[in-house]
C-alpha cells in the first residue's frame, strides 16, 4: 500500500476544501490519502470523501508534528499552503516526496517545486486548476475539479432541527433560499454596509416567493440582525451562529438557491449541489480564479466603480456592497434555477 498526505494549513475554510479536490487527485496513484490541515478546517475535510484522515497542525513544536507524520510512512506529501513551516514539517518526518511552491527561500526543502501559475501573470485559471499542478508534478490528476462535502447524519438533523424551529416561524413555509451577506473582514471593519443587502433579501423573499436565511458566523450576528430589520420582511430570518460548517452543508442542499458573497460557506454551498450564486462586488476580486465549482454555479462582477488603489481590507465606505446590483443578481440566479428546483425533502427527515 502507498500513502499520501495533503498538507493544507492556510487561508480559510474554502482554500481548504478546493485544495481538497488535489487528495482525489492523488488518489489515482495512491491508496490512502490523509490530510493534515488547521484545528478550524478539520470539520470541513472530515465532511470530504476523498480523505481517508483527517490530522490537526495546531501549532506544536514542528518536532512533534513531525513525528505523528513519520509514524504513518507517508511516501509522498504535497503542501498547498506553502510556508516555512510548512516545508520544513514533512522533511523532518522523512517523507521522500515533497511537492511544494518554488520561489522561495524555503523550496529547497521540496523534492518537487511547482511555479504557481498567477505568480507568472496568470489571472483567470480557477485555483482549483493551479492547486492540481502540484498533483500533476508526481503524475497525478483528476477530471473531476469541484470539491465534494458530505454531510453526515447528524449535520442532517440539526439541520432539520433548525428548519422545523423556523417553520412555526414561517407559517409552514418549506422552501428557501440562503443568503450570506458576510466574509472574513465584515465583522472586523466595523463599516460593512447593511442596507443593499437587506434590499437583496427583500427581492428575493419577493420574487422567488421564498423564506431568507441569511447566513454568517457567530460574529456576524450583528450584521444580520440589522440587515433583517432593514428588510422588513417576516420571510426573511437571521440563522447566523446556529449551525456547524457540517449541519450548514446539510442545509444549503435542500436550499433552492445560495447566494452570497464569495467565503467559505460559497464553496460548501456549491459542493453539496446547492444552486450557486457567487457574488463579487469588488474590483479586486478574481471570480474566474475564486468562483464556485459545482453543477450549478454562476458568478455576478463587479459593476460599482472602486475608489483608486482600494482592496476589501482597507475600502473605507464599501460602496459596491451599499449599492448592489439586484436586477442582476436576480437575474442569475432565476437562469440557474431555470424549471423549480426538485428538492429531496427526504434527504432531512430523520
Request: aromatic share 4%.
Given at each position: 500500500m502507498s500513502h499520501a498526505l495533503l498538507y493544507c494549513a492556510g487561508g480559510g475554510i474554502g482554500d481548504s476544501l478546493v485544495a481538497s479536490v488535489v487528495a482525489r487527485a492523488l488518489r489515482s496513484k495512491y491508496t490512502r490519502v490523509d490530510a493534515l490541515t488547521l484545528p478550524g478546517h478539520r470539520g470541513t475535510l472530515e465532511r470530504v470523501p476523498d480523505i481517508d484522515t483527517v490530522l490537526v497542525d495546531d501549532g506544536s513544536d514542528d518536532a512533534l508534528v513531525a513525528a505523528l507524520l513519520h509514524e504513518r510512512s507517508y511516501d509522498a506529501c504535497v503542501v498547498t499552503w506553502a510556508t516555512a513551516r510548512t516545508a520544513r514539517i514533512p522533511q523532518l518526518a522523512q517523507i521522500p516526496v515533497r511537492v511544494g511552491q518554488a520561489r522561495r527561500l524555503y523550496s529547497g526543502r521540496f523534492?518537487?517545486?511547482?511555479?504557481?501559475?498567477?505568480?507568472?501573470?496568470?489571472?483567470?485559471?480557477?485555483?482549483?486548476?493551479?492547486?492540481?499542478?502540484y498533483a500533476r508534478a508526481i503524475g497525478c490528476d483528476t477530471a473531476d475539479r469541484n470539491p465534494r462535502f458530505v454531510p453526515t447524519h447528524a449535520d442532517r438533523e440539526a439541520a432539520a432541527v433548525l428548519l422545523s424551529e423556523l417553520r412555526e416561524r414561517l407559517a409552514g413555509r418549506d422552501a428557501y433560499v440562503i443568503l450570506h451577506p458576510t466574509n472574513a473582514i465584515a465583522s472586523k471593519r466595523g463599516n460593512w454596509p447593511t442596507a443593499g443587502w437587506a434590499a437583496l433579501a427583500r427581492s428575493l423573499a419577493a420574487h422567488f416567493d421564498r423564506a431568507v436565511l441569511v447566513s454568517g458566523a457567530p460574529a456576524d450576528a450583528a450584521i444580520n440582525e440589522r440587515i433583517v430589520r432593514e428588510a422588513g420582511d417576516g420571510r426573511v430570518v437571521d440563522v447566523a451562529g446556529k449551525l456547524s460548517i457540517g449541519a450548514f452543508g446539510a442545509l444549503a442542499a435542500q436550499a433552492d438557491a445560495f447566494v452570497g458573497i464569495t467565503t467559505g460557506t460559497m464553496h460548501v454551498a456549491a459542493a453539496v449541489g446547492a444552486p450557486t450564486t457567487g457574488i463579487f462586488p469588488f474590483q479586486t476580486d478574481f471570480p474566474e480564479r475564486w468562483g464556485p465549482a459545482g453543477a450549478r454555479t454562476a458568478v455576478v462582477r463587479a459593476s460599482y466603480p472602486c475608489h483608486g488603489g482600494d482592496t476589501k481590507e482597507t475600502c473605507a465606505d464599501y460602496a459596491c456592497i451599499a449599492n448592489l446590483d439586484i436586477p442582476r443578481i436576480i437575474a442569475t440566479v432565476e437562469s440557474l434555477l431555470g424549471e423549480p428546483h426538485a428538492r429531496d425533502d427526504s434527504a432531512l427527515h430523520v
Open positions: 523534492t518537487k517545486r511547482v511555479t504557481v501559475r498567477s505568480e507568472t501573470g496568470d489571472v483567470t485559471s480557477p485555483w482549483v486548476d493551479i492547486l492540481l499542478d
